[in-house]
């Protein structure tokens, strides 16, 4: 029976297989927002996912949820492609997999109540009368530091921080096992950041939830994450168990990364290594069949600019698609 426990939890809860999603901006032009990405979420983890804007990673949430339907590639959900649900099973989907989204100041409804907004999920996933939904976002928002009395208020009479925090009692009013988190402190002060994310984490340990956490803040990143996976330009260039991949970054883009990482002694930073990108991050609209690195890399060679690099395990769990490994 122990077997078949660890056997279950091995298996991935979310899996991106070859996932592709492009946008045709014209009738030559193609924005390959996510270019050929696999990676897998298993149930209970954290999972970190950084890189400079535009890279890809919210469009890659986004297909995961399904609000986005892949171009190629497959989404898995408990091991089946998402793309196959019935009605009923899409449904289901919906409740099982939530979203936090980045901007609490456009992603709550303007005219609907606190109580409308977190109540709307239940009345449309459960057969619970509207006294048990208004008693469970009671204690939904009690949860995340909120008051009841805040029930009847509209969005815009919150700060960034409470109305961030109605979100997430939105998206755990249906009892979601997964939750995309795509950046959600980076529209609030640092003095709100730390609480939300101890939250999340809070949240995590008494409800068994999985996470995707989409980040710029690498410090934050590491504090949360249990893996971490860094996208350039719509690819993923290193992916790692979070101790290892600040401990032994490989990919010279996740090198530079972890280089910018402020450091608040300056005995410190003048003592490491210095790291720098050069150029502009090129156009993801019809790219090359290259490494997409290959233009900012200090340590590219002819190899890297005709062809695309292969993804390798250079460490137990610790993947890296470079030509110079």
């Known amino acids: 029976m122990s077997e078949e426990k660890n056997m279950t939890a091995l298996e991935p809860l979310v899996k991106a297989d070859d996932l592709c999603k492009f946008f045709q901006l014209s009738r030559k032009a193609i924005l390959k927002a996510v270019n050929h990405v696999n990676f897998e979420i298993r149930k209970g983890e954290t999972v970190g996912m950084v890189g400079e804007s535009g890279c890809g990673k919210s469009t890659t949430g986004r297909c995961l949820v399904n609000l986005y339907t892949p171009t190629e590639g497959h989404v898995y959900y408990k091991g089946k492609d998402i793309q196959t649900y019935t009605k009923s099973e899409m449904m289901k989907f919906r409740s099982e997999v939530q979203m936090i989204f980045q901007n609490p100041y456009a992603s709550l409804n303007p005219r609907m109540t606190v109580g409308e907004i977190v109540t709307e999920g239940m009345k449309l996933h459960s057969k619970m009368s509207d006294a048990e939904c208004q008693e469970k976002a009671e204690a939904l ?85 249990d893996r971490v996976i860094v996208m350039y330009l719509g690819t993923i260039v290193e992916e790692a168990p979070a101790d290892e991949l600040y401990a032994h970054p490989t990919h010279p883009y996740t090198q530079a990364l972890l280089y910018a990482i402020p450091v608040a002694d300056p005995h410190v930073t003048k003592a490491k290594k210095r790291i720098t990108i050069k150029g502009e991050i090129p156009s993801p609209i019809n790219p090359g069949e290259c490494c997409q690195f290959a233009d900012r890399c200090p340590h590219a060679t002819d190899l890297c600019r005709a062809e695309v690099p292969v993804r390798k395990e250079i460490e137990p769990g610790h993947f890296v698609s470079c030509h110079l490994l």
């Open 141 to 225: 928002l009690a949860r995340v530091g909120l008051n009841k009395e805040h029930m009847s208020r509209f969005s815009h009479e919150f700060s960034g921080g409470q109305r961030q925090r109605i979100g997430i009692a939105r998206a755990l009013s249906v009892d979601p096992e997964f939750i995309v988190c795509d950046e959600p402190i980076s529209a609030l002060d640092v003095s709100i950041q730390a609480q939300v994310i101890n939250m999340l984490k809070e949240l995590q340990q008494e409800l068994g939830l999985t996470y995707l956490f989409i980040a710029h803040d690498l410090s934050v990143v590491k504090y949360i994450s």
